[in-house]
Structures are given as C-alpha cells and as structure tokens.
C-alpha cells in the first residue's frame, strides 16, 4: 500500500526561512509547499490540502481572510510564526486567534514547530481523519 506523505504548507517572506524549514520537516518523511504570498498559498491548498498551513504572522494579520480561507485536509491547523527579531509583537484578530492551532517565534522554536506537526500527524492517524468521509455518511 502506497502511503502520500503529510502534506505541509509554509507561506512567509523569508525565503532562507522557508527554506530551512522545508528541509529539515522533508528530513522527517514530510512533503512541504512554500510560497510568499497568501494567495499563492490558496491556490497550492486547493491542488493538494495541507494539514498543516504554517504561516508568517503578519502575512495573517494583514489579510485575515486570505489566512482563514486556506483549505486544509481534514483534522489540519493553522500555525502562525514571527521571526526572531522582525519588528513588534502584532495584534491578532479575535476570529485568527481562535483558529489557530499555535503562535511561535522561529528560529528559536524550531523543535516546537516539529512537535506540533508530529503531534497533529498522530491526531489524524488516530482519529482516522486522513480520509475524506464518504457522502452516505456525513450527518445531514
């Protein structure tokens, strides 16, 4: 049986960042999509859905709505990272804050950021949520 790898969406302005993360999660057996932009980054979920969107707080801040409308595979999360250093601590809507999972600084919380993914990862294979449910299923 042939498995996909968990698929994994990060979205920031640091290119290096992005980049860095991409390998050290794809090091782990995850495949990662990054991109810039938000918009960009809807367009990629709707290809493939992460179950993990990873992206820069104050790309989130700024377009909420773009953040918020990322499609995610079922069970996913929105994590929202600043980087160490990059100006003043931001503040988020009541609607972003309630959606998402966690809001980490990297690099610092490199190792948090892998934590969560593991930890979102078992979730799903536990809960059987990597499977969409069939129509016949689903409550009316």
Known sequence: ???EPICLLLVGSDGALLEGLSQSLGALGYATMATQ???DARDLAALRAPLIAVVEASLAATSCADAL???LAAGGALVLYHVT???EALVLSPTLQRAVLANITLPLERQRLVALV???????RTTGRRRDTPPERMAP
């Not at 593991?118 to 799903?124: F, G, I």
């Open 69 to 71: 409308g990322i499609p």
């Open 85 to 87: 250093g990059k100006g």
């Open 1 to 3: 049986m042939n498995v």
């Open 37 to 39: 932009e938000l918009g």
């Open 118 to 124: 593991q930890h979102v990862a078992e979730r799903v």
